[in-house]
């Protein structure tokens, strides 16, 4: 006769313990309604879900309802684990950080994507984990990983090389500083009147990222000390544009720090012009479901900052003329518009071909595109074109640039670009300096 062998329960895991509140929640609740969720038992009868719920229930006496998870290996076990924990259970940043990074050390050959896929969470906190683990030895440094599709790619995407003369390159190299400290420390080491223009993408308040989360009042008091200290570094024509994505308080309320910031800013220092940032193929966010019924969130602000005679290159950004109105004369007859204003049409569209272009629209259209191509391992990118737009705009020629928050450095490649002297970036995260560093090398 053939004897079962009697379930011994124990935990796939050892997982971050319930705080002494959340285990009399919950106690509390089973002993008012009993199991509700069944435990998940692997075929070996350890659990992958569901613990304390077990160890409650036998304290009380109460049945435990199981269902049994077959055909998983042991990797997929243990990762189904820890993505049911992170997203039943209220963790804090560095208890979830600590699932990834015990993840990426069982399973160091999975791709990003492939973690992030397993637990649940971002790509981009488990490429930030994983920097994190790589340079201490805790996990190798692979050169290929292994996706959802089990093809083996390379474990980073190549920073896209340019071909410049060995002379060239190093003139870039010479001309990038990159500082690793807090812009508010920083600011106040940096000559007066030395920069030409500020250009920077903060990070915003109440976002989780994986360098931690503000509150509005903490950011508005960063962004108070920042402003002011860049205010002193720019020459007499300088100018500062601050990047800003709005977020909701919750679907349907809006947060209102960046309206707070940006009149603030205007009465401290000058708003020279409201300027806006339209992305067509954003991706669609919290709120545009059906039953929400809100709209794609595409536009983000930037706060432009500096005195009335600023520097401005309007040439630089000319919108080519369209076809029709190359090709088509049009009547000087003077014509009415709704508003009362005459308007002359042969003259304006031949003041067009002369200058080159027409004036674009305070919103600019820019898609993310190829977003910043060597810069995937940081969490919040700013796209390549927004930040070639803006240098052409705003920067004149052998000038200086400055980023307070540089991260992977697509603001000081674009200046670089656009023929800056000198660029300055500083970020508090090492790591991303390194990416800035080497995106710079590369060309």
């Known amino acids: 006769m053939k004897t079962i062998a009697k379930k011994k329960y124990q935990p796939v895991l050892q997982l971050p313990p319930l705080s002494a509140e959340e285990l009399a929640g919950l106690r509390a609740s089973i002993r008012q309604h009993g199991i509700l969720v069944p435990i998940m038992l692997t075929e070996d009868g350890r659990i992958i879900d569901g613990n304390n719920r077990k160890q409650i229930a036998d304290e009380l006496g109460i049945g435990c309802p199981e269902v049994v998870q077959p055909g998983l290996d042991e990797e997929e076990i243990r990762a189904l684990a820890r993505s049911l924990n992170i997203a039943r259970r209220q963790l804090g940043r560095e208890q979830r950080r600590q699932l990834v990074a015990d993840q990426l050390r069982e399973t160091p050959g999975w791709s990003n994507r492939r973690v992030a896929k397993a637990l649940g969470v971002d790509h981009h906190t488990v490429a930030s984990v994983r920097l994190d683990l790589e340079p201490t030895g805790e996990i190798p440094q692979l050169g290929y990983t292994t996706g959802l599709d089990g093809k083996d790619r390379p474990a980073t995407r190549a920073v896209p090389i340019v071909h410049r003369s060995p002379v060239e390159r190093q003139a870039r190299i010479e001309a ?71 977020g909701y308080e919750r679907i349907g309320r809006m947060r209102t720090w960046h309206l707070e910031f940006a009149l603030w800013a205007a009465k401290e220092w000058s708003l020279v012009q409201d300027l806006y940032w339209h992305v067509p193929d954003a991706f669609p966010s919290a709120g545009t479901d059906r039953k929400a019924g809100l709209l794609k969130a595409s536009v983000k602000w930037l706060v432009w900052l500096g005195p009335a005679d ?134």
């Open 176 to 246: 990038t500083q990159l500082i690793h400290g807090d812009c508010r420390e920083v600011l106040p080491t940096l000559p007066a009147a030395s920069v030409d223009l500020i250009v920077c993408d903060p990070p915003y308040p109440e976002v989780d990222r994986e360098y931690g989360r503000m509150s509005e009042a903490a950011w508005m008091d960063l962004m108070r000390a920042v402003v002011r200290g860049c205010r002193l570094v720019l020459r007499p024509q300088g100018s500062m544009v601050v990047l800003l994505q709005p």
């Open 310 to 443: 600023c520097y401005r290159d309007r040439d630089a950004v000319l919108r080519p003329p369209s076809e029709p109105v190359t090709t088509r004369q049009r009547p000087d007859d003077p014509r009415d518009s709704p508003s009362g204003r005459t308007r002359r049409m042969g003259r304006m569209h031949r003041t067009a071909l002369e200058r080159g272009g027409t004036v674009p629209p305070n919103c600019l259209i820019l898609p993310k595109g190829g977003g910043s191509p060597g810069s995937e391992d940081h969490p919040a990118v700013t796209p390549m074109a927004q930040c070639e737009w803006l240098c052409k705009y705003l920067l004149p020629e052998k000038s200086v640039l400055l980023d307070p928050f540089c991260g992977s450095g697509s603001t000081l490649l674009a200046a670089l670009d656009a023929g800056a002297s000198r660029v300055i970036g500083i970020d508090r995260e090492k790591k991303y300096l390194e990416i800035a560093r080497r995106r710079v090398e590369a060309g």
